[in-house]
């Protein structure tokens, strides 16, 4: 199964995929990210 990231757009191979979960204008959404976007994310919701 193919994934592509959500932040930076990057194929992504299965053992890279991070899924991830948010409320975005009070709908839940889904995405895939990348492992480094991944970890920039988890920074930005830390604060």
């Known amino acids: 199964m193919n994934h592509t990231c959500f932040y ?3 194929d992504l ?4 995929v991070h899924h991830i979960s948010f409320f ?6 889904e995405e895939t ?3 480094e ?3 920039e994310w ?3 919701i830390k604060g």
């Open 42 to 44: 988890l920074q930005g």
């Open 24 to 29: 975005h204008e009070n709908k839940e959404r």
């Open 33 to 35: 990210m990348c492992t």
């Open 13 to 16: 191979k299965e053992q890279r």
């Open 8 to 10: 930076c757009d990057d």
């Open 37 to 39: 976007c991944y970890a």
